[in-house]
């Protein structure tokens, strides 16, 4: 193809060059291309017949190859959408999910009355600070706190909050190591894949989204053991505690948090594709 391509053009070879990649669609395409010219969708129908720049049109062309050899689009371009935001994302995160944004809305909805309140948050396990940033969005009075036991994660997520003008406060932790004092809710998306569950992966997760915020030990049970040992030290009376889970680690969490809070109240809740995903703990008064 020439260097003189439209939008249009560049989109259609596209096409052809992902229709025989089964895991690839033109989302994916329509994704890179909407953040490399900075075109929402409509803009882009408007400038369909438009020249496409020509260092642009090389850069979309580079973009193609690296989404064919399996980079994921939101680490091509840096940037992905959560909860109606837009976030940095690197290697050294990982790229925020639709499950996760259930989540947030399960914890606005279950604190609706207490939105004006000040309450202190945590968030363990911030990575790209998705779910910390959301939450300050929806809940400015809120202070919160997010931590990671990745450096690099929270470079990320303190861009992130520069960039959104939101302030969050940050630690680097393994889970509650370095935390101190109590919090009204804490919240947390953590590392819980097995080992086993490898030859059952998208094999773009395993070769590119980092391994430290994928796998944990004992089952991809451990870091909600040790939620479970912090959570009742670090919440204050009546506080609640929601997790978001493995697609059949319903049981084994509840157990978990069962034995090591027995006073709590536990309840789940399934996403909207029917999986088992969050559970939410609220410590006893």
């Known amino acids: 193809m020439n260097n003189q391509v439209t939008f249009f053009e560049a989109r259609k070879w596209a096409s052809f060059r992902i229709k025989n990649q089964s895991e690839l669609d033109m989302y994916d395409v329509d994704f890179i291309l909407q953040h490399r010219s900075r075109f929402s969708a409509t803009d882009l129908l408007i400038h ?26 939101q680490y091509i371009v840096h940037m992905a959408e959560f909860y109606g935001l837009s976030l940095m994302v690197n290697p050294a995160v990982l790229i925020p999910r639709i499950e996760t944004e259930e989540l947030v809305d399960w914890i606005l ?14 968030d363990i ?30 470079s990320v997520a303190q861009t992130n909050a520069a960039r959104l003008n939101v302030k ?3 630690v680097e932790s393994d889970v509650f190591e370095q935390i101190s004092g109590q919090f009204d809710l804490i919240v947390s998306n953590p590392p819980y894949i097995s080992t086993k569950e490898t030859p059952y ?56 948090f069962h034995r090591a809070m027995p006073a709590a109240q536990i309840s789940t809740k399934h996403d909207t594709a029917g999986h088992q995903r969050m559970i939410q703990v609220r410590k006893g008064s």
């Open 48 to 73: 369909y017949q438009q020249i496409m720049p020509a260092q642009l049109w090389r850069q979309f062309q580079a973009d193609i190859e690296a989404l064919l050899a399996g980079m994921p689009p």
């Open 109 to 122: 909805n279950e604190t609706s009355l207490q939105a004006r309140d000040r309450l202190r948050i945590l």
């Open 125 to 154: 396990g911030t990575g790209s600070g998705a779910i910390a940033l959301a939450l300050k969005k929806q809940r400015p009075n809120w202070q919160v706190v997010a931590s990671d036991i990745s450096r690099q994660a929270l």
């Open 168 to 170: 969050i406060d940050f």
């Open 201 to 256: 992966m998208d094999h773009r997760v395993l070769e590119h989204e980092p391994k430290l915020a994928l796998y944990a030990a004992e089952d991809g049970l451990a870091i909600y053991k040790q939620l479970a040992l912090g959570a009742s030290q670090h919440l204050k009376s009546g506080g609640r505690l929601f997790i978001e889970i493995g697609f059949h680690q319903e049981q084994a969490v509840s157990r978990i």
